[in-house]
Nanobody, 126 residues
Framework: QVQLVESGGGLVQAGGSLRLSCAAS????????MGWFRQAPGKEREFVTA????????LYADSVKGRFTISRDNAKNTLFLQMNSLKPEDTAVYYC???????????????????WGQGTQVTVSS
């Protein structure tokens, strides 16, 4: 089992920045591939970004490429999402997700993730 707790959400003006954190527990963090997803009001949850076990490779949705950066600190069991140049369309609940297994790879498919956090709200005002 993996427990995930997101933090760092809030209200920010367009063009501003936020840094989300996701604290993980319950399993060796370096054995878990991680991702961020988001869900805007009235929309389905969508992929944002993912990272491999040791952070060597990352994957981004086109909508956030160049503005968001995913990273992880395996020593602190924490996943991060640095969000810069925020836009009103980035407003959503952001979820971190964990993919376990013998050799979990990063993926943008929601169904490949086994554990989810409760989400943190990000609101970007225009």
């Amino acid at each position: 089992q993996v427990q995930l707790v997101e933090s760092g959400g809030g209200l920010v003006q367009a063009g501003g920045s936020l840094r989300l954190s996701c604290a993980a527990s319950g399993r060796i963090f370096s054995n878990v591939a991680m991702g961020w997803f988001r869900q805007a009001p009235g929309k389905e949850r969508e992929f944002v970004t993912a990272i491999t076990l040791f952070g060597g490779s990352t994957l981004y949705a086109d909508s956030v490429k160049g503005r968001f950066t995913i990273s992880r600190d395996n020593a602190k069991n924490t996943l991060f999402l640095q969000m810069n140049s925020l836009k009103p369309e980035d407003t959503a609940v952001y979820y971190c997700a964990a993919r376990t297994g013998p050799r979990p790879t990063m993926t943008l498919r929601e169904r490949d993730y086994d554990y989810w956090g409760q989400g943190t709200q990000v609101t970007v005002s225009s």
